[in-house]
């Protein structure tokens, strides 16, 4: 028999992406050594973020040393807009971590933690699936590879033709900074300081849109309990006060959902209104980049790179879709289950419920677009038309 899934097990991911930067979220209780090392920790890598990402910035905006080389134009864009999405949300994460702390303490007070009741939730279902496990795995080996690949690609080469080559001093990033890296000591320090810094662009990036799966997931989780317990309730003509109250109840906790919706969207509008221009222009310098690279490692590894990113948004996107689904099947349960064996007021009672119900919550980025598979399609049709005029041009 499957293990029910505890709320903290909903959270876990979400938890060490910034853990794992030094940041915890929840603040738990440690010990004076641990916060002050990972306190440490996660000032390095707000120091190297901040250090590398203005290089980045100052090499986008002196132009003559990019202009003409189709390829240099597209890795420098690739990396100025993944690291651009990264700022936005690590910014709009911090400005409302408090009310994310309270969001995520209100769904675990209503998280059912009796074992009967996580029956009756199916808390498992709404759990990440294997499926979007393995897309997060294959997404983190891939940026974990493109972090070590240079440095184990110019260590390998050395070795192979020691006493016979100069180490070849590659890194992650092409991005030149303030000293010199082709030095032993400077390159240590230039890798130490890529990554750190590719750390907290893939870490925050990840961690915040497993933050919004996660709440939205809890959100959708309650949507469809209630339109479980409306599907199988039995109005009776003579119980008609106790199938009032039942609705009452029903409106209740359907009204404390909606403004926990409601938080979610305030918390992470910003956050998703740069994700679809971002996503499309990353996946559109990723295809273009391959392309020219062509089948040599670099271009494997942004081809790699290309469907881990896809794969991600889609993965979002199913979860706004989820949130739409359920929040309207609540209007579905009330108008397919036996109303009409209750009585007059409690059907009145109900179109109510009905009127409310089939206008779906949704995931509203600030009002732009809606995370749903509409949303991806669009992205992708975005990408592809990019990918299309970047193409004619330079072939031009």
């Not at 009127?355 to 779906?360: D, G, L, T």
């Amino acid at each position: 028999m499957e293990r029910k899934r505890s709320y903290e097990d909903f959270t876990f991911m979400a938890s060490t992406m910034f853990r794992t930067l030094g940041y915890d979220l929840m603040d738990s209780p440690k010990p004076l050594w641990q916060k002050l090392l990972l306190r440490s920790y996660f000032l390095l890598c707000i120091v190297s973020n901040c250090y590398e990402a203005s290089f980045v910035t100052y090499r986008i905006l002196q132009w003559t040393s990019v202009a003409g080389s189709p390829s240099k134009i597209m890795r420098q864009a690739l990396h100025f807009f993944y690291m651009f999405s990264a700022q936005i949300k690590f910014v709009t994460f911090m400005k409302y971590r408090k009310e994310l702390r309270s969001l995520n303490q209100q769904l675990k007070d209503l998280y059912p933690h009796d074992e009967g009741k996580q029956k009756e939730y199916n808390v498992n279902r709404f759990y990440l699936s294997r499926a979007t496990r393995y897309v997060l795995y294959f997404y983190y080996f891939v940026m974990v590879f493109m972090a070590l690949g240079p440095l184990l690609q110019s260590c390998i080469m050395y070795l192979i033709r020691y006493g016979k080559a100069e180490f070849l001093y590659l890194r992650i990033f092409p991005t030149q900074l303030s000293f010199n890296t082709e030095t032993p000591l400077g390159y240590i320090l230039g890798y130490v300081i890529d990554l750190t810094y590719s750390q907290f662009i893939v870490n925050v990036s990840l961690g915040t849109d497993l933050w919004m799966m996660c709440v939205s997931s809890q959100i959708s989780m309650h949507f469809a309990h209630l339109a479980k317990l409306i599907a199988e309730y039995r109005p009776s003509l003579e119980r008609e006060q106790q199938d009032c109250d039942f609705l009452a109840s029903v409106v209740r906790r359907h009204q404390v959902i909606l403004s926990l919706h409601k938080d979610l969207n305030r918390i992470f509008g910003l956050l998703l209104a740069s994700n679809l221009f971002t996503t499309a222009s990353v996946l559109c310098c990723m295809a273009f980049y391959t392309v020219v690279q062509g089948l040599n490692k670099e271009g494997i590894s942004y081809l790699m790179l290309f469907g881990s990113v896809a794969a991600q948004f889609y993965v979002v996107s199913s979860y706004g879709q989820m949130l739409i689904d359920l929040s309207t099947n609540i209007a579905v349960a009330a108008y397919e289950h036996k109303w009409y064996e209750g009585g007059l007021r409690y059907r009145k009672d109900l179109v109510f419920v009905i009127a409310r119900a089939q206008r779906p919550a949704e995931i509203s980025a600030r009002g732009l677009y809606i995370i749903s598979f509409d949303t991806f399609k669009t992205s992708m049709s975005i990408t592809y038309r990019f990918f299309a005029v970047m193409r004619q041009t330079v072939g031009k």
